[in-house]
């Protein structure tokens, strides 16, 4: 369907790119990214059309360097993800044992991100076969068994991180409100030749934290430095 619309007696076209719930996503998050590169392909196929969500258009979008999707702008934040960023490559250098690796990674990942919880859930032939948790200022691991296995479910079938409110799983209470407290969370793959290794799992209080794009981009990058140091 074409309509022409004038505006000051010059033609204006318009693209759109349309994704639905829930057959294509779940989260709000994950359906605006899937309608945004179906917009992207509707401007790359002419314009002044409309174009559906297909698996296809996975690989399409704006394109960014890696640097830049996840720099806020926010000059202490930022130079904090470049300072861990920077640390983690070090560990290589060190002569340390799997579960000291990720005990350091966990550690930098909380602070730099703003976490409460944060984990790495080892997997092989598609099952989980351990976990590390650490909690935020907590020098010790710690047992953690809070996990949304619905999106957990998600991530092993679809290999594809996520991220957003988690409006599921409640384990926590405002003290002060008495009201449950709900955690904004990230699943980031760990993915080494071209294998699911293992999930990165961090949830922070949404009322202090809700993870977006760039948080999940600085996750990723983190997540492919893992892989390297694993």
């Known amino acids: 369907m074409e309509t022409s619309l004038f505006v000051d007696g010059r033609a204006v076209t318009a693209s759109f790119g349309i994704a639905s719930f829930p057959d294509d996503a779940e989260w709000k998050e994950e359906l605006l990214e899937k309608a945004d590169k179906a917009l992207y392909v509707a401007k ?61 990674f966990l550690g930098r990942l909380l602070d730099s991100s703003e976490g409460r919880y944060a984990g ?12 590390l948790w650490r909690k935020a200022n907590d020098d010790n691991w710690i047992k953690f068994n ?57 949830l922070a209080p949404s009322n202090d934290k809700e993870y977006k794009f760039e948080d999940y981009n600085y996750v990723s990058v983190l997540a492919n430095i893992l892989a390297m140091l694993l």
């Open 146 to 202: 809070n996990i949304n296995n619905r999106l957990l479910n998600k991530v092993l079938k679809e290999q594809k991180g996520l991220y957003g409110i988690d409006w599921d799983e409640v384990f926590e209470y405002d003290v002060v409100k008495n009201v449950p407290l709900f955690y904004s969370v990230m699943l980031v793959p760990i993915v080494k030749d071209k294998v699911l290794r293992g999930i990165i799992y961090i």
């Open 120 to 131: 790495i859930l080892f997997i092989e032939g598609g099952k989980i076969y351990n976990q």
């Open 44 to 104: 790359e196929r002419g314009k002044n059309r409309c174009e559906l969500w297909d698996e296809t258009f996975e690989q399409k979008g704006r394109v960014t360097d890696k640097l830049s999707g996840f720099l806020t702008g926010n000059d202490l934040r930022d130079t904090t993800k470049i300072l861990t960023m920077i640390e983690l490559t070090e560990l290589i250098k060190e002569n340390l044992s799997k579960e000291e690796i990720v005990f350091k």
